[in-house]
């Protein structure tokens, strides 16, 4: 009874948030960039990437760190590292940025996820990031 009810509340949360926001998604490669709303963000690189390879087992999931460039309307840059916990990745996602007006920046994921027999370039990877309004 006590799961169903957690689950009940869980559901509400989520479809009440869903109303309260708007979303939209981006997927930027390394070097690319793409405007929304009043600013510009940039994947600028994988700074570190030492997430357990998903062919091999590890004492710790590991992480990586990216480098996102934000750049505002009135042309602020500033450089943000964020880092994204492996053993986190598809449950607690990493603010990139929350500002006073309601707008947040939320890390989704960093792919491909490493393989022990292969070496990714910088321009393989693409980072998922997600852009919240509230309403």
Partial sequence: MRSILTLLLLLSTGLTMA???TLEKLQLKVGES???LDMQLQFNAVVMDSRCPSDAQCVMAGWADVEVLLI???GEKQALKVRIDASEQHMIHPIVMERADGVRIVVGKLTPYPLSTVQFADREYCLELWVYEDQ
């Fill in 19 to 21: 109303q309260d926001e």
């Fill in 34 to 36: 793409a405007s929304t």
């Fill in 72 to 74: 505002t309307a009135d």
